[in-house]
């Protein structure tokens, strides 16, 4: 198979770790057969001093050309008193790419259990949950939405609205998702409250029929806050909307406990997807061959999952960086006291040696 990628590793750390990251990429696309074709672009930082914008139209244009897109971090202290911050390009580019979709596994490797800080019999086999968030719609984009005076006081407003459109696709998405797992959906709303959270349960379990195979199951978001710290795998699959997922995907993000080790992935119907790990571009470390390039390599094996469907080739990145862990190899964010840490370089090297093994 042919994979035309761009990357964009944007500042900080985002080059360091797009190496790592873009090595493994070589390895498996070498041991697989497929033919790697990539072109870096820049973002961010790096590109408001190259060309005065974040996003250069260039960029854009290449992305969308793309079958996928890779993406390290962007921005730093450097670029924070600018008018157009770095940021600017990585919201500018989800909108361009027409992402509604962000899937963030909230995975612990049960050989990391020790860091994390949940009661050690619930973690002992690891965690391994994903949270599908819808990323466009929902009360963050909502009309009306605004501030004015209502009977002499000052009053602000939001509005949460879904059609079944959009919760039709992000419920397909989820459900094509779990059916690449352990087929088990949960759907968090606030039906007992929210209009539209009862319009989301009615389109969610119309989309079910589709998919009979996968167990689908209801939860109000406040209980699923509660479950997901007092039982995370008796979640497979979470699919929610954007405001909730906001909330739910930062929260089972941190019951893993190393922001150096997750990915994330971005999508859109059938078109192109964006994968990046869920940290920023770590200035305090940045050059000094420190940071965790785990995360990043477990964004192509998403890449590799959900672009380009190639499960086998996403499940020998995923056991390869097990069974490095396994071996007890650590770069200083997953690293227990006592333990002298490894580079990025070298945990790099580590996986791309697995799996030429
Ligand atoms: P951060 O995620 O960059 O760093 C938080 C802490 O985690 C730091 O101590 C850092 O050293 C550590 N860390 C992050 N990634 C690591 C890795 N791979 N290995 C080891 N340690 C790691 O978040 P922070 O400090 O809030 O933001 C720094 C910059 O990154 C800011 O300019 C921010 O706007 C930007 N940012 C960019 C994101 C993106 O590009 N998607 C996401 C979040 C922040
Ligand atoms: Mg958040």
Not at 155 to 184: C, H, P, Q, S
Not at 215 to 232: F, G, I, T, W
Request: hydrophobic share 40%; glycine share 10%; charged share 25%.
């Amino acid at each position: 198979m042919k994979l035309n990628i761009v990357l964009l590793p944007g500042d900080g750390i985002g080059p360091e770790i797009t190496k790592q990251a873009v090595a493994v990429l070589e390895t498996v696309a070498q041991k697989f057969g497929h033919e790697l074709h990539c072109t870096e672009h820049l973002i961010g930082g790096c590109a408001i001093d190259a060309t005065g914008h974040p996003l250069p139209q260039d960029t854009v244009d290449a992305c969308k050309a793309a079958d996928a897109v890779f993406l390290g971090a962007v921005g730093g202290p450097k670029w924070d008193n600018l008018e157009v911050r770095p940021e600017v390009g990585l919201l500018g580019i989800r909108k361009a790419l027409g992402l509604f979709a962000n899937l963030r596994p909230a995975k612990l490797f049960p050989e990391l259990a020790g860091a994390c800080f949940l009661r050690p019999d619930i973690v002992q086999d690891g965690i391994d949950v994903m949270v599908v968030r819808e990323l466009t719609g929902g009360i963050y984009f909502g009309e009306p939405q605004g501030q004015e005076v209502r009977d002499g006081l000052r009053t602000g407003y939001n509005t949460m609205v879904y059609n079944e459109d959009e919760v039709r696709r992000i419920a397909r998405l989820a459900f094509e998702t779990a059916m690449k797992r352990d087929k088990r959906l949960c759907s968090v709303d606030k039906a007992n409250v929210l209009e539209v959270s009862r319009l989301w349960r009615t389109v969610v379990e119309e989309v079910a029929t589709e998919y009979p195979e996968v167990e689908l199951s209801h939860l109000y978001v406040d209980n699923a806050a509660m479950q997901l710290v007092r039982d995370p795998n008796q979640f497979d699959v979470i699919v929610t909307g954007n405001l909730f997922g906001d909330i739910l995907s930062d929260e089972a993000a941190v019951i893993t406990g190393s922001i150096g080790m997750l990915p994330s992935a971005s999508l859109s119907s059938g078109g192109v997807g964006l994968y990046e790990p869920i940290h920023g571009s770590a200035p305090d470390i940045a050059g000094q061959d420190k940071a965790n390039p785990l995360a990043s390599i477990l964004s192509m094996a998403m890449m590799l999952r959900y672009s380009f469907n190639l499960e086998d080739e996403a499940q020998v990145i995923e056991d390869a960086v097990q069974r490095v862990l396994r071996a007890g190899h650590r770069t200083g964010d997953i690293a227990a006291a006592g333990d002298s840490p490894l580079g990025g370089s070298k945990m790099g090297q580590l996986v791309v040696d697995e799996l030429s093994n």
